[in-house]
């Protein structure tokens, strides 16, 4: 037999055992159980490119090359109006930005409208706990642990920058004694307010139901809870957006300004909602530099000695 061919089967070996080093690690939020499981809870499914029915939630590790790796990572909660989740290959456009930072990225798949607040908030929360405990596994620093979220992302990533310690997001795991509180937060066309008149109302019907009580609308209006330890924070947001008002944002800048948390923000008159990276907008596009630049600057991107 030729040598050739006594080495193909070894070949294909080798190609499929790199296959798997490359997948991506999933780990389950929840695996003691998930709190409140609904009792026909189905496989979750893709629709129009997009996530639905999520009811085992998972953080998918995207891990920074160890040449580039800095000890920082980011949770990264995808938009989608608590519907659906905006998920793009590999992680997305963000996971690729953040990894060539040497940043590790792990993206949330959180549950959605099946289930309201406050299993969106319980499962952020969980997120920064596990990412946090298994830090040296993960080989980053437990002090620099973010959050990136755009849209609904947005909103839930600003629900745990300003209620990392409420009971809400608690179910009496042992892993609840782990502080949640992220280290920075960056909200991209965040939703902010669940009052009138500038709710986004797909995701506040879908977070907190058809008709929600006034103090529920209140408890999920982020604006309203900025504390002073609230984290670093930077925002972007558009004139132009036609979905989630750019008043969202400056209701949440004018409450961390007041509440003296350091904050940049940068506004700009083009960028349909959730097409911010696209060329045609100008300087829209380039957020992610000015993202860079604010993390720079305040250390997050050097690499741990």
């Not at 809870?225 to 132009?240: E, G, I, Q, S």
Request: charged share 20%; hydrophobic share 45%.
């Amino acid at each position: 037999m030729p040598r050739s061919l006594l080495l193909a089967p070894l070949f294909l070996m080798a190609l499929a055992a790199a296959a798997t080093a490359a997948e991506p690690k999933v780990i389950p939020l929840w695996p003691e159980g998930v709190p409140g499981l609904k009792p026909d809870a189905t496989d979750e499914r893709i629709v129009d490119g997009r996530v639905v029915g999520i009811h085992y939630p998972s953080l998918t590790v995207y891990p920074a090359e160890p040449a580039m790796a800095n000890g920082t990572a980011v949770v990264v909660c995808p938009g989608g109006g608590y519907v659906r989740l905006a998920i793009g290959d590999n992680g997305g456009a963000d996971t690729t930005w953040l990894n060539g930072l040497g940043v590790t990225v792990f993206v949330l798949k959180y549950r959605l409208v099946e289930y309201g607040h406050p299993a969106p908030l319980r499962d952020v929360l969980r997120a920064i706990r596990i990412v946090r405990s298994r830090a040296s596994e993960f080989g980053i620093r437990p002090g620099r642990i973010g959050l990136l979220g755009g849209s609904a992302g947005g909103h839930l990533a600003a629900s745990a920058s300003t209620m990392w310690d409420a009971e809400d997001g608690k179910t009496g795991a042992a892993l609840d004694a782990v502080n949640a509180r992220p280290d920075f937060a960056m909200l991209i066309y965040p939703v902010v307010t669940m009052e009138d008149p500038y709710v986004h109302k797909g995701s506040r019907t879908a977070l907190l139901g058809a008709i929600p009580s006034p103090a529920l609308i209140q408890l999920l209006s982020i604006e309203k809870h900025v504390r002073k330890d609230t984290p670093p924070t930077f925002l972007v947001a558009t004139m132009a957006d036609q979905s989630v008002p750019v008043e969202n944002s400056l209701q949440l800048y004018k409450a961390l300004r007041d509440a003296g948390v350091p904050t940049e923000m940068h506004l700009y008159a083009l960028g349909a909602h959730g097409a911010s990276r696209d060329p045609q907008y100008g300087t829209t596009a380039l957020w992610p530099a000015r993202a860079e630049e604010w993390m720079r600057a305040n250390g997050w991107l050097t690499k741990e000695r």
